[in-house]
């Protein structure tokens, strides 16, 4: 003899470390029984259906969250209380414990959308990303439905990070993978630019810091860690005066006012 089954799923999302999780989900599961029996969907004599809790967290600290409300109970009752304390455990999905090689492995679209989101506001590893989705939806069984319920979201997705891109032409992944393509491979022109001039900003500063500092040398000696502090801050127009400053000041308290 058959019987039909109903397993309900709890889907909790979170962007944040909550260690009142086990507590939440708990009292989600309270509600829900409550409500099944005030509605009749059942009865006490026939029992509750089975529910399957999920947290799906793609934070960028890891979860570090009890995951049975159990182990909440400190400090742990003696063997004879451990039988009436609540136990109720839920199923974690944490995205960035992922690496891109596990991910790889797993050829389906949920993969594809860790891969996505794991690669954070990185232009580069986006575009890696998306193209690597486009690969699965195409290899998809149910390609059209996947195609479209991705899109939707990969759209969301863009404009949550800020793209600048325009998505209103962005109907479908596969049939406009070329007009995304080149939307990111823009932006990642634009990120790997900013990369250099940053990375030139900051070698003229590391210049102006080694004269200040040399100068500092000559006339005082030994540059202390306090004025080392100053002038890891300091931005360039500050290094230039301070090269001024360093022909008249008398002291270095009287240079840096400290």
Not at 28 to 48: M, N, Q, R, W
Not at 68 to 96: C, N, T, W
Not at 158 to 164: F, T
Not at 235 to 242: R, S, T, V
Request: glycine share 6%; charged share 25%.
């Amino acid at each position: 003899m058959t019987q039909r089954v109903f397993l309900y799923i709890l889907l909790e999302f979170q962007s944040s470390v909550d260690h009142t999780m086990p507590i939440r989900l708990m009292h989600y599961v309270a509600c829900f029984y409550d409500h099944l029996l005030k509605i009749s969907e059942t009865t006490p004599g026939k029992g509750l259906p089975p529910i399957l809790p999920i947290v799906l967290y793609n934070g960028s600290r890891r979860w570090t969250v009890q995951q049975d409300i159990y182990a909440m109970v400190k400090p742990e009752p003696p063997s004879f209380l451990r039988v009436y304390q609540p136990h109720l455990r839920y199923y974690l999905i944490d995205e960035g414990r992922y690496t891109d090689e596990q991910l790889g492995l797993l050829q389906t679209p949920l993969s594809g959308v860790f891969s996505v989101e794991n690669a954070g506001k990185s232009w580069e590893a986006l575009q890696q990303a998306v193209d690597r989705i486009v690969a699965i939806i195409q290899a998809d069984p149910h390609k059209e439905r996947t195609d479209r319920i991705i899109t939707r979201w990969i759209k969301r997705h863009l404009q949550w990070l800020g793209a600048g891109v325009n998505l209103d032409q962005l109907n479908s992944l596969v049939e406009d993978k070329d007009m995304l393509a080149e939307n990111l491979e823009n932006l990642v022109k634009k990120e790997r630019l900013e990369g250099r001039q940053e990375g030139r900003l900051e070698g003229r500063l590391e210049e102006a810091r080694d004269v200040v500092r040399t100068q500092l040398s000559f006339k005082f000696g030994e540059v202390p860690g306090w004025v080392e502090e100053q002038l890891a801050q300091a931005d360039h127009d500050q290094l230039k005066g301070w090269m001024r400053d360093v022909l008249f000041a008398g002291s270095l308290e009287d240079m840096f006012k400290h």
